[in-house]
C-alpha cells in the first residue's frame, strides 16, 4: 500500500482523462490534487510541493514545457520527478521535454493508466 502522505499532482486539461487518472490512482492511498492549466499547476506546487508530477504538455495558460521549465529552475520545485503524459508523439516534442528535465514520457495512446500506476511507484519509493 502507498504511503498516505506522498502527493501527486495531476496537471491535465481533458476532463475525461482527468477524472479516468484521478479514478485510477484514488484507491492508491496517495493525496491527489489536479490542476487544469500551467498557471493553476505551478501555484499549486510552490503551495504542496507535490512528491511527483503527472504532466501534460498541452495545456492553457503556460504550455507543460514552461511549467517543467519553471519547476526544474525552482530551488523547491526542483528534484520533484516529472512523468509527461502527452499527445505529442514526435521525437522533438520527447526529446524537448527530457532536455527540460521530464523524468519519463508517455504517449497518451499508446500507455494504460496500470503502466502509468508502475512508474509512479517506481518514482515514489
Do not use: C, H, W
Request: aromatic fraction near 6%; avoid cysteine; charged fraction near 30%.
Amino acid at each position: 500500500m502507498a504511503e498516505k502522505n506522498k502527493i501527486i499532482l495531476i496537471v491535465e486539461d481533458d476532463e475525461v482523462l482527468l477524472r479516468a487518472l484521478f479514478l485510477q490512482l484514488k484507491d492508491t492511498g496517495y493525496t491527489l490534487t489536479t490542476a487544469t492549466d500551467g498557471e493553476k499547476a505551478l501555484s499549486i506546487a510552490e503551495k504542496v510541493k507535490p512528491d511527483i508530477i503527472l504532466l501534460d504538455l498541452i495545456i492553457p495558460k503556460k504550455d507543460g514545457f514552461e511549467v517543467l521549465k519553471i519547476v526544474r529552475a525552482s530551488e523547491i520545485l526542483k528534484n520533484i520527478p516529472v512523468l509527461v503524459l502527452s499527445n505529442l508523439g514526435d521525437e522533438e516534442s520527447i526529446q524537448k521535454a527530457k532536455k527540460l528535465g521530464a523524468n519519463d514520457y508517455f504517449i497518451k495512446s499508446n500507455v494504460n493508466l496500470a503502466e502509468i500506476n508502475k512508474r509512479i511507484e517506481f518514482y515514489l519509493k
